[in-house]
């Protein structure tokens, strides 16, 4: 789905029927206001957003949805913008900004490359809540050797820490792994970092028995 937000009518009218034509769904909004009304979003989708407008302009809608935790990606159109303005909406987060009058295919490559932007995105949260999944299936002790390998360390080191013999460790280690779904401690420690957990310190395992 391509959402255009263009308070101009007749360019809203342009920009739906072009993308139309490239097989794209879309919906259109007159205000940033509108927009942020809208209660839902498709998983994978993207704006095409003109900067200037009455009410909230286009950079202060890219604030709001950030602040909403909206992050859908965006494509800036504007017949005044400047050179501070479209780094600013870059380091925002912006897939592109592009000048009226600007050509058909250049805006169609900018919605593309959008919009694959937030089929990864989505795909990248779909993995970490499948990792989120696997890790709760996972025991308490479980959980606390979880923490201590990904920490890395031994099977003798974690055993000292939690007060049990090597072999319980080793045993509830075959577990996590399985469990995980990880082939290797590389992949274990790829998981952990995945989910937020990337350096081994002494709360590492109150954050993550805390999950």
Known sequence: MVFVVDDHAAIRKAL???????GYRTEAFAS?????????????????????????????LQQALAT???????????????????????????????PKPFDDDELLKAVALALNKSQAEQNEQIEIAEIR???????????????????????????GD??????????HRARVMEKMGAGSLAELVMMAARIGIRTPNRG????ILQE
């Open 133 to 159: 999944r696997r890790l709760s299936t996972l025991t308490p002790r479980e959980r606390e050797v979880f923490c201590h390998v990904v920490a890395g360390q031994l099977n003798k080191q974690a055993a």
């Open 204 to 207: 590492l395992t109150q954050l």
């Open 162 to 171: 939690l007060g049990v013999v090597e072999k319980t460790i080793k045993i």
């Open 32 to 60: 940033a206001e509108e927009l942020l009304a809208r209660t839902a979003f498709d998983a994978v989708g993207c704006i095409v957003l003109d900067v200037q407008m009455p009410g909230l302009n286009g950079l202060e």
């Open 68 to 98: 909403r935790d909206r992050h859908l990606p965006i494509v800036f159109i504007t017949g005044h913008g400047d050179i501070p303005m479209s780094v600013r909406a870059m380091k925002a987060g912006a897939v592109d900004f592009l």
């Open 16 to 22: 739906a029927r072009l993308l139309a034509s490239a």
